[in-house]
Structure formats: C-alpha cells, structure tokens
C-alpha cells in the first residue's frame, strides 16, 4: 500500500478546549523547488501544498488558529470570540485535502480570530502574508498586493513594538520583510529605507543571507528607478 503524503493529527482547541482532527503533511513528501524572495515556497507538487495545512480550524466552535498563536486569553476574549465566530459558526470542518479555497478561508478566518484575540503583530502579520502568496498562486495580482501591504504594515508595527522578540523572527529578517514587501507593492522609498537598515547591520554581524539579499532587492529597485 503506498504512503499517503498526509497524516491525521489530533488538535486541542485553543478556544472550547475539544479535540478534532486536522490533516499534516509527512515532512518527506515536503519538496521545495524554490524560494521567492519574500520567502513564499514554490512546491515541486502543487498538490502536495504544506501551506493549505498550517491554519487548524476547530469543526466544534471555529476558532481557527497556528501553532504561532498563544495560549494566553486576555479576560473577555473568549466571549467576544463566542459571540462573534462560535454563535455564527456553520458547523462543517476542513479535516481532509484543503483546496486552495480552502486554505484562503481558513487563513483568513484564523485572522479573524488573531484579531480579535489580539495576537501578537508578527503572528498576524505570517497570516496576512500567506494569504497573499496564495492569491500569487491563483495569478490574482490585486489581492495579492492587497494582502502583502496589510502583512507589511503588520510588520512594521511589530517592528517599532518589537512584539517579535520571543519568536523565531529576528529584527534583521522583519527588517527585510518591511524592505521586500514595500517593493512588491510599489513603495520604493519604504523599501530603500529598510534595505539600507539590513545591510548596515552587516557591521553587527547580522544575518549574511538576508544582507545579501538585501543588497540584491536594492540593486533591483536602483534599476527599476534609472527606467522611470
């Protein structure tokens, strides 16, 4: 019997606490092909998309979330979600193969809930992120720049919070994240801005994967403007 590239995996709910179950995709069957510059995976099997499966989507109360979110509830919280997901939630899950529709609705529901819970501005902004890069699949331009721009502001308000600190982000890659984002949609005064701040923090030591890419986005832009 061949191996199905998914398995079936057991969530507890972050929100009613009951379990359900969510698709994972084996870490084998994961084959990147390539890496854009803002980070988006170019799968070798379209079909095999580990991005449509980071959202779990609870089937009992809605509450959809990431392993980015926390635990943590501020007091009235949970009534607000009750009120606002649970009481409208139209029972039906998304345990088997997500469509790329299907991932869209459950990234965006899990911003829905990030925002009322008040997650953390990095958290929130990794969701926006990829709802654009699955609208880039779908060669849906106009929600695309409409995701990456909220997912830049995003950025940039984790940025001068510096509500990224306990997380796996780095202050160099929200940096360039601010810097990629705001060219790819036109703000190239941002985008220089930011470029200029990664590689300066070559001088620190900083991340020498990001300065280089830094400095190629920044050659990028330098050219795109000497055509204007």
């Not at 979110?69 to 009120?83: H, L, M, Q, R, T």
């Not at 899990?110 to 890069?133: D, H, N, Q, S, Y």
């Amino acid at each position: 019997m061949e191996l199905s590239p998914f398995y079936e995996k057991k969530i507890d709910c972050l929100h009613c606490k009951k379990s359900f179950p969510t698709l994972k995709v084996r870490s084998k069957f994961i084959k990147v092909k390539d890496t854009e510059s803002d980070f988006h995976p170019v799968y070798t099997d379209e079909n095999v998309n580990a991005l449509y499966y980071n959202v779990f989507v609870c089937e009992h109360c809605g509450f959809s979330f990431t392993e980015d979110f926390s635990k943590y509830f501020a007091p009235g919280v949970s009534e607000v979600i009750d009120e606002q997901i649970t009481k409208k939630w139209v029972h039906h899950d998304f345990k088997g193969e997500r469509t790329v529709f299907q991932a869209l609705q459950a990234y965006k529901l899990a911003w829905l809930c990030g925002t009322i819970k008040k997650e953390k501005f990095v958290a929130l902004a990794g969701l926006t992120l990829r709802i654009g890069w699955l609208y880039r699949s779908l060669n849906n331009a106009g929600q695309e720049k409409r995701f990456l721009q909220i997912a830049r502001d995003l950025y940039t308000e984790s940025y001068s919070t510096e509500d990224y600190a306990s997380t796996q982000m780095s202050g160099v890659r929200i940096m360039y994240m601010i810097g990629e984002l705001s060219r790819r949609i036109g703000d190239f005064e941002t985008a220089t801005r930011f470029f200029s701040k990664v590689i300066e923090n070559q001088r620190v030591g900083g991340e020498a994967k990001l300065v280089d890419m830094a400095k190629e986005q920044w050659e990028i832009i330098r050219s795109e403007r000497s055509k204007v």
